[in-house]
């Protein structure tokens, strides 16, 4: 019989499968409105703020306190804010091509 090592908290989390299980996981309170308007956005948030975090010199601990940290506050931002205002996602801030906004067009005079 072969015993597998335990799992970290990273491998715990990916093995979740919805963001409600995050927040129960990491022992976070949540809107339930919040989720269900920016799951996604809150979610993308996270990972970026761990992103910014060298979790290889913490311990299983640490990062748990790391994520759950970076989660409250992910979630903290789409409170009172939408997914538009806090542009999470690449498709908020990447150039539209070859659009013109309404302010640049002119009438034009016949």
């Known amino acids: 019989m072969t015993s597998q090592a335990p799992k970290n908290v990273l491998e715990q989390m990916y093995a979740l499968s919805s963001a409600e299980d995050i927040f129960t996981f990491l022992l976070l309170p949540y809107d339930q409105d919040v989720l269900n308007r920016a799951r996604l956005h809150v979610m993308k948030r996270m990972g970026d703020y761990l992103a910014k975090v060298n979790l290889d010199e913490l311990d299983d601990d640490g990062v748990f306190l790391e994520a759950r940290k970076a989660l409250k506050r992910a979630h903290a931002d ?15 801030t990447q150039s539209r091509g070859n659009m013109v ?3 640049g067009l002119r009438p034009v005079s016949r």
């Open 78 to 92: 789409f409170e009172r804010s939408t997914p538009r205002q806090q542009k999470a996602l690449k498709i908020y």
């Open 101 to 103: 906004p309404l302010e």
